[in-house]
Structure formats: structure tokens, C-alpha cells
């Protein structure tokens, strides 16, 4: 989709720049005047959704805006769920989450589809194809745009972004926000098309079969993009203090991004130039879906890692008395935490699973707060306290709970645990720990302690 003059596309070049210059200039006042960065998001981001519907009612109507917006909401929960998902486990603020998404969905698309428009419009005024411009400055444009907005997260709120898995969660969500914005493109186009075409019936297959192969087959693909400038941003973000080491990675992954992009959009120009169609389609099964798999396996080894993480970081409280090793085990896979919920659940209801959901978050921002201060990084003493207050208050709503789970006390070397004749003994901790699993005593020894 195209704007339809030059004028047209300066105009809305420059309204934004402008935006983006205030928001640039308030970032270094955003820790003392939260609320001058606010409001200049919030413009921005008025500023991308009016170019971007302004684009598309010009081009298309009113009536393709209204089914090219229907069309490409339809995998958004997928997308924005995928990531949401992958991140759970850390507490991340829904605001954070949102500025992403919305930055990736109003403000990257907006001023892509500006210079990509001006792109094709000196292309072609050169004689050369406009369609070009998807190779030329969309893979450039579109990363850069995408990447902003979880940079200025680790610019602002760097607390926020503390590693790997925290850069796929805002990255991914700001690739999603792009290929849902961009589907409005796409599919008003495609409707306004098989509507001018034929009838309004064949815009709506023409839709229809957009969202079956972009929406489902592809919808991944910008965060896909995007995954790889998160890298170098999450190892930037476990890198402070070495500025240098920083921007290398950033730009370097940056680039790979570029690179990959140049490929995914090369394909099908090519393919067209060419008589070759299918090309895209062989390249799609022989490179990018690999790709696209390892990159998920890689981010499900760094969810993972995250768990471990906080079992290593955690350790030393075992010694000191303040956690269990069964609880300590417990947090040690999500596996692990699964089971936890589950017999919190059966054994002290929805409130019991809900403590312990809490505990576990809890347990994971106080791992993440250790971690930080093993990198050289400050820590938040009041987010320290908070997290173990979180942890004592969960306790108390599942803790005895289970019938066949002993009082016990642990001191950092040993249990207390009450006996049935209402002593309390001092019992070693076996060499494995006892984890929380809801197993009932054999019927022959009713009396006795799973």
C-alpha cells in the first residue's frame, strides 16, 4: 500500500520526525519527569495510528480499512500469547509489554511505510522497479523501527531488561505489533482488489486466502526477524559497563536481522522478476522454517535456563534457614513448578495454587535481583524485600495444608520435624529433596508420612 504523492509522504515524514525529536529529547528527563516521556509516547504513537489510517482509508476506503482490520486481528492472540507466554514465569509491567506491542503496531509501521512509500517513489522516478524497495530499505527501515522500541525500554527502564529472554519477550512483541499492522496493509489491499475485480464477495476470498497464508503460515516471521536483534540486545544488557562490547552486538545481530529480512522479502521479488514463484516457497521449507524452530528452541532454552538460574542464585538462602531445599527443588524446572501448583491446588484450592504462583514469581525476582549483582549490575533493595515479604505470605496460605506432610521446621542444616506423638525431633535432609507431590500413605499404615 502506497501513499499517493510525494507531498503526501513528506508531510507525514516530517509530523512524525517531529514527534520523535520530542521524545528523543525528553528520554534523558524520563527517570525524573515520567510524565513528559508518557505524554510523548502517547503522541507518538497517535501520530503512527493516524499516518497508518490515513494511509489506508486514502488508498483503500473506509470499508477495506474496516475488513483489512478485522482480517489481520485474527492471529494477534497467537502472537502476542506466544510471547506473553514465554515470559510468565517474571514479573514484566503490562505497560511495558503494551509500549512494546503498540510501539511495533503504530510508531516502526508508520514511519516504514513512509520511507518505504518514498523509496519506490525515487525508484520508480529512476526507471527502476519500486518493488525493489522491499529489498532495499524495508529490511533496514523495518529492524531499525522494530528494535526502538525495546531500546528505549533498556534505555529508561533498564530494570526491566535484564537478560536474553527478556529482549525475545519485548522484541517479539514489537515484531508482533508490526506484522499485525502490517496485515491491515495487506489485507485492505488484497479486498479493495478482488472488490474492484469482481464483487465484494471475491475481496472477501481474497482476504480470506491472505490470512490463511500470511497470518498463519508467516505470521511469525518479523518477530522471527526481530529475535535475532534481541539477542545482541539481551547481551548487551549482561554486559554493563563495557559500552564498546555493547554496541557491537547490538549493531552486529542488527544487521543479521537486516540480512535475514533482505532474504525473506528477496525471495518472492525474485521469484516474481523471474517467472519463478516458487522460489519463495523453497526457500520458506529449506532455510527459514529451520531457522525459525531454532530460534524457538532457543527460546525455551533460555525459559528454562531462567529456571535454573534462580535455583543457583537462591541456594545460599537454603543455608541460611530462609528457603527449603524442597521448595529450593521445586523452582529448579517448570516442570517442577507445574507440580507445585498443582498440589497447592489440591490441597489448599484456587487460593493455595494462587500463593504459590506468587512464591514462585517471587522467587524468581529474588534470583533475578542476586543475578543482577553478579554482573556487576545494582539491585533494587526494596524489590529485595518485597519478594521475600511475597514469599513469607504465600507460605502461610498452603503450609500444612497437606495431611500427609509432617510440620516441620528447616534451620539451614536440618529439619524439626513434629512426630506423631507430638515430639519434635531433629531429622538430616536426604540426599535428595523431598519434593511437594500430593502421595497418600499405604492403606496398611494409615498413620504413618508419605
Given at each position: 500500500m502506497n501513499l499517493t504523492t510525494?507531498?503526501?509522504?513528506?508531510?507525514?515524514?516530517?509530523?512524525?520526525?517531529?514527534?520523535?525529536g520530542i521524545l528523543l529529547t525528553w528520554i534523558g528527563l524520563a527517570r525524573k519527569a515520567k510524565g513528559l516521556l508518557v505524554t510523548g509516547v502517547a503522541l507518538l504513537f497517535a501520530g503512527g495510528a493516524t499516518v497508518l489510517a490515513w494511509a489506508i482509508v486514502e488508498g483503500a476506503g473506509a470499508q477495506a480499512f474496516a475488513v483489512g482490520l478485522a482480517a489481520a486481528l485474527l492471529p494477534a492472540p497467537v502472537l502476542v500469547g506466544t510471547f506473553l507466554w514465554l515470559g510468565r514465569y517474571r514479573r514484566r509491567p503490562w505497560l511495558v509489554l503494551a509500549f512494546c506491542f503498540g510501539w511495533g503496531a503504530c510508531v516502526a509501521t508508520a514511519i516504514s511505510l513512509i520511507v518505504n512509500t518514498s523509496a519506490s517513489i525515487i525508484l520508480e522516478k529512476n526507471d527502476l522497479d519500486p518493488n525493489l524497495a522491499a529489498v532495499v530499505?524495508?529490511?533496514?527501515?523495518?529492524?531499525?523501527?522494530?528494535?526502538?522500541?525495546?531500546?528505549?525500554?533498556?534505555?529508561?527502564?533498564?530494570?526491566?531488561?535484564?537478560?536474553?529472554?527478556?529482549?525475545?519477550?519485548?522484541?517479539?512483541?514489537?515484531?508482533?505489533?508490526?506484522?499485525?499492522?502490517?496485515n491491515v496493509l495487506y489485507a485492505s489491499g488484497a479486498y479493495l482488489n478482488g472488490a474492484e475485480s469482481l464483487d465484494v464477495a471475491a475481496g472477501i476470498a481474497q482476504v480470506t486466502i491472505l490470512v490463511a497464508v500470511r497470518g498463519l503460515a508467516t505470521m511469525f516471521a518479523h518477530p522471527l526477524m526481530t529475535g535475532l536483534s534481541a539477542i545482541g540486545l539481551g547481551k548487551a544488557a549482561r554486559r554493563p559497563g563495557r559500552k564498546g562490547l555493547q554496541t557491537v552486538w547490538i549493531i552486529g545481530m542488527l544487521l543479521c536481522g537486516m540480512g535475514l529480512h533482505a532474504v525473506w522479502n528477496g525471495s518472492s521479488v525474485l521469484g516474481v522478476n523471474l517467472d519463478l514463484p516458487a522460489l519463495w516457497f523453497a526457500l520458506y521449507p529449506a532455510f527459514l522454517a529451520p531457522l525459525f524452530f531454532t530460534m524457538v528452541g532457543a527460546a525455551l532454552w533460555l525459559r528454562a535456563a531462567d529456571a535454573r538460574r534462580t535455583q543457583v542464585a537462591l541456594a545460599p538462602m537454603v543455608a541460611a534457614g530462609q528457603v527449603s531445599p524442597p521448595e529450593l527443588a521445586s523452582l529448579a524446572t517448570f516442570s517442577r513448578r507445574a507440580a507445585a501448583r498443582a498440589w497447592a491446588y489440591q490441597y489448599a484450592g484456587t487460593p493455595g495454587e494462587a500463593a504459590m504462583k506468587d512464591f514462585q514469581r517471587a522467587a524468581s525476582d529474588l534470583a533475578e535481583q542476586y543475578d543482577l549483582a553478579s554482573i556487576g549490575r545494582p539491585w533494587d533493595r526494596a524489590r529485595i524485600e518485597h519478594a521475600a515479604h511475597t514469599m513469607n505470605a504465600a507460605r502461610a496460605v498452603y503450609a500444612g495444608a497437606d495431611p500427609h506432610t509432617p510440620a516441620a521446621l528447616w534451620d539451614g542444616r536440618q529439619y524439626h520435624v513434629t512426630f506423631p506423638d507430638g515430639q519434635m525431633r531433629a531429622v538430616d535432609a536426604p540426599p535428595q529433596p523431598v519434593m511437594p507431590l500430593p502421595v497418600a500413605p499405604p492403606p496398611a499404615y494409615p498413620g504413618t508420612y508419605a
Open positions: 510525494t507531498a503526501q509522504a513528506i508531510l507525514a515524514s516530517a509530523a512524525l520526525l517531529a514527534l520523535g530499505s524495508a529490511p533496514v527501515i523495518e529492524e531499525i523501527t522494530k528494535l526502538l522500541g525495546p531500546l528505549l525500554v533498556y534505555w529508561t527502564a533498564r530494570r526491566h531488561l535484564t537478560g536474553t529472554l527478556d529482549a525475545i519477550v519485548y522484541c517479539g512483541l514489537a515484531g508482533a505489533g508490526f506484522a499485525v499492522a502490517e
